[in-house]
């Protein structure tokens, strides 16, 4: 079965309310508690209630042991970072203590939904979820093992009481010249509600200027593109959301323009199934962002949201949920202090060659889904 319709055929078993067996860590197997408690369907009791879908890039998480050859020694302690079980255990409490702290008053509980990027394998994701600062929140997760040259993968953590899975697809992208990260599509039911399919990303980096490696990235878009096309021609009111480290700002071709993600910047001008990027609002005014690059910001780790999920003149949206609102979590103790050179940028875990005993070079990101009133 080739890939289309591999997708086409595992969205209509979503749509069933059917799981898919998959080449990946078994969705039973990849859980730090027991079976999943059902997702409450009252949906009059839930009006208003709101739930976080965020991004997170956790910069090149990679465990000690020298698995991938020339690609993985410089993350073991005979490597040039000389990267040991110190360093790899503050890296991980960071994390956690990072995604324990993605709470509002709306979100008491966190986000359902958490993609993640760098990931060096399924161990990390284990190690990640059962920290001390995560370990009570009972998250669990789905990884599947990417051909990328590197050796890291996308992942999906997600609140088993808010979020129940129905269907895992990962489709490899083909149309650039070297192996990159698979796009895995998680579909689900969210709060009991709506099904949603939320697609995970890391596209193709900028090596070799923004220019020249446009075409990798506008790759990947289509291949995004593709992929929500697939689903909505079986399940037309299906809610789909792209997120990831997209490697470009909002306002580049590959996220905006089609061919590409076609993602617009105005609610109000997206059809069902067309995107919303809440970025653009965001990232124009002030130019604030999630990473910072020889001075200059830029905002890659973007979550875009289907038009069905949008009210607006061209239509209502299909379901229980609608789009509420976005934001950047770059916490303050994520930031370089006051009086650092850096200062107000992310906390990393390295520059300069130098261990730098931080989180990631990357902001988090969310955005809020709510039930309708």
């Known amino acids: 079965m080739n890939k289309l319709n591999l997708t086409i055929f595992s969205s209509f078993l979503a749509v069933l309310g059917i799981g898919m067996s998959m080449p990946t860590e078994a969705l039973a197997q990849d859980a730090v508690t027991g079976a999943s408690p059902k997702v409450s369907p009252d949906s009059e009791s839930q009006n208003g209630k709101v739930y976080g879908v965020a991004f997170y890039n956790l910069e090149n998480l990679f465990d000690t042991i020298n698995s991938n050859g020339k690609f993985d020694l410089e993350f073991s302690p005979q490597g ?85 899975v129905v269907d895992v697809t990962n489709t490899p992208l083909t149309d650039v010249p070297f192996l990159t990260r698979d796009q895995m599509a998680v579909t689900g039911v969210l709060g009991g509600l709506d099904t949603l399919t939320v697609i995970v990303n890391h596209w193709p980096s900028r090596l070799g200027g923004q220019e020249k490696s446009e075409p990798n990235r506008i790759a990947a878009a289509k291949l995004s593109r593709h992929l929500a096309d697939s689903i909505w021609n079986v399940d037309e009111n299906r809610h789909i959301i792209v997120m990831g480290d997209l490697n470009d700002d909002p306002n580049n ?43 200059q910001w830029n905002l890659f780790d973007q979550i875009i949201v289907s038009g069905t999920l949008i009210d607006n003149k061209k239509g209502k949206g299909t379901g229980q949920l609608i789009y509420k609102g976005a934001q950047i979590n770059d916490f303050d103790f994520l930031k370089n202090p006051k009086g650092d050179p850096y200062e107000g940028t992310p906390h990393r875990t390295y520059g300069g060659g130098k261990w730098l005993d931080g989180y990631s070079d990357h902001f988090p990101t969310e955005v809020f889904l709510m039930v309708r009133e």
Request: hydrophobic share 35%.
């Open 80 to 164: 040039q970072r000389e990267w040991n079980s110190e360093k790899y255990w503050s890296k991980i409490n960071k994390l956690a203590y990072t995604i324990s702290q993605m709470t509002t008053y709306d979100t008491p509980q966190g986000p359902a939904l958490i993609g993640i990027s760098e990931v060096e394998n399924v161990n990390v994701v284990k190690d990640l979820v059962g920290a001390d600062p995560l370990k009570d929140r009972g998250l669990r997760w789905i990884h599947h093992d990417s051909p990328d040259q590197r050796g890291i993968d996308v992942a999906l953590l997600y609140d088993p009481t808010m979020f129940e």
């Open 253 to 295: 071709r590959s996220v905006s323009m089609i061919p590409g993600l076609g993602a617009q910047a105005k609610a109000k001008n997206v059809k069902n199934h067309g995107f919303f990027n809440p970025w653009w609002d965001i990232w124009e005014p002030d130019f604030r962002g999630t990473l910072s690059y020889k001075g």
